[in-house]
Nanobody, 123 residues
Framework: QVQLVESGGGLVQAGESLRLSCTTS????????MAWFRQAPGKEREFVAAIRWIGSTSYADSVKGRFTVSRDNAKDTAYLQMNSLQPEDTAVYYCAARAGAGLYRTLREYDYWGQGTQVTVSS
């Protein structure tokens, strides 16, 4: 079993930045694909970004160029650096993990989920 704990959410103004963290336990971190999803009020949960243990990444078009996903395998932690935040980025952000090699963008491919952290961007 893998436990994921997100942190770093908060309230910011448009144009500002936040960095989310996702700390894992229960399985060798380097074997996991780590991903970030988000869910805005009244909307379905959507893919944001994912990263392999070797550092290759995948991003949703809506965040490409503004968000950066990274990981520190020594600290069992994944990060999501979010720059130039906009009100439409307001959502609960979830960390997710799966074993294997694919940088999948669908929820059902991920076996483990964190509890989520709220990000609110005011205009």
């Amino acid at each position: 079993q893998v436990q994921l704990v997100e942190s770093g959410g908060g309230l910011v103004q448009a144009g500002e930045s936040l960095r989310l963290s996702c700390t894992t336990s229960g399985r060798t971190f380097s074997t996991l694909i780590m991903a970030w999803f988000r869910q805005a009020p009244g909307k379905e949960r959507e893919f944001v970004a994912a990263i392999r243990w070797i550092g290759s990444t995948s991003y949703a078009d809506s965040v490409k160029g503004r968000f950066t996903v990274s990981r520190d395998n020594a600290k069992d932690t994944a990060y999501l650096q979010m720059n130039s935040l906009q009100p439409e980025d307001t959502a609960v952000y979830y960390c997710a993990a799966r074993a294997g090699a694919g940088l999948y963008r669908t929820l059902r491919e991920y076996d483990y989920w964190g509890q989520g952290t709220q990000v609110t961007v005011s205009s």
